[in-house]
C-alpha cells in the first residue's frame, strides 16, 4: 500500500517528466490516455485520489512546447470532465443508496449525503460548479447531485459551464506560466502548491464546522 502511494505521490509532483515520456512513447494516443485519467477523477466515485488540477496544469506545460495541440487538449478534456460528471450523477441517481448502506464504502454514509443536501439546498446548482475547483469534492458532488435526484437539466447546465470552466482555466494557466524558468525550475514546489492551495476551501469549511459546534 506504502509503495502504491510512494508511486502515486511521485507520478503527481513529477507529471510534466511522465507526460513528456508518454508523449514520446504513445504520441496522439496520450490524448486517450488524459481522457481516461480526467473521466475516472470526475467520473468514479471510488478514484477521488487521481490527479486533476495538477494533471490540466501539466498538460498546459506540455502543450505550450508543442508536445501537444493546445485547442484539443482542452476539448478533450472538457468532454472528459463533462461525460465525469453525467456518469457519476447516473450512478447515484440509480445506484446511490445502495452504496451509501454499504457497509464496505465507510466513507460514503448517510450523514454525508444529508450534508451536502442541505449544501445543495441553500446554493442550489453552482455546487455542481464551484465544486469543479476542489479535489475530492469534485468527485464526490456529481454523485450527491443524483442521490439527491437533482434536476438533471439544472445539472446538465452547470455541469457543462464548471466542466469548460475548469478545464480551460486551469489548462490555459499551466500554457502560460507553466514554462516560466522560475516555475519550470521549480514544477513539483509549483505542483504541490496547487494541490494545497486547491484544498484549501474544503479546510476552510471543515474548520468552520468545527467552530460552530464547539459554540
Do not use: C
Not at 99 to 109: C, E, G, K, L, M
Not at 163 to 169: D, E, F
Not at 179 to 201: G, R
Amino acid at each position: 500500500m506504502m509503495s502504491l502511494l510512494k508511486a502515486l505521490l511521485d507520478f503527481v509532483l513529477h507529471l510534466d517528466r511522465h507526460l513528456i515520456n508518454v508523449v514520446a512513447q504513445y504520441g496522439i494516443v496520450t490524448y486517450g490516455f488524459l481522457f481516461l485519467i480526467i473521466f475516472a477523477e470526475t467520473g468514479l466515485v471510488i478514484t477521488p485520489f487521481l490527479p486533476g488540477d495538477s494533471l490540466l496544469f501539466a498538460t498546459g506545460a506540455l502543450a505550450a512546447l508543442g508536445s501537444l495541440n493546445i485547442f484539443l487538449t482542452i476539448i478533450v478534456l472538457i468532454i472528459a470532465a463533462v461525460l465525469g460528471d453525467t456518469v457519476n450523477y447516473w450512478i447515484g441517481h440509480f445506484f446511490g443508496q445502495k452504496i451509501i448502506d454499504s457497509p464496505h464504502i465507510p466513507f460514503i454514509n448517510q450523514g454525508h449525503i444529508d450534508k451536502t443536501q442541505a449544501f445543495y439546498a441553500k446554493h442550489g446548482g453552482k455546487t455542481i460548479l464551484l465544486a469543479r475547483f476542489v479535489p475530492i469534492i469534485r468527485t464526490f458532488a456529481p454523485f450527491v447531485a443524483g442521490v439527491s435526484k437533482m434536476d438533471y437539466t439544472t445539472f446538465l447546465s452547470y455541469n457543462l459551464l464548471g466542466g469548460a470552466l475548469w478545464v480551460a482555466v486551469v489548462t490555459l494557466a499551466g500554457f502560460f506560466f507553466g514554462n516560466i524558468p522560475m516555475v519550470k525550475e521549480n514544477f513539483s514546489i509549483v505542483i504541490l502548491a496547487i494541490v494545497t492551495i486547491s484544498f484549501l476551501p474544503m479546510l476552510f469549511e471543515f474548520v468552520k464546522s468545527k467552530l460552530v459546534k464547539s459554540e
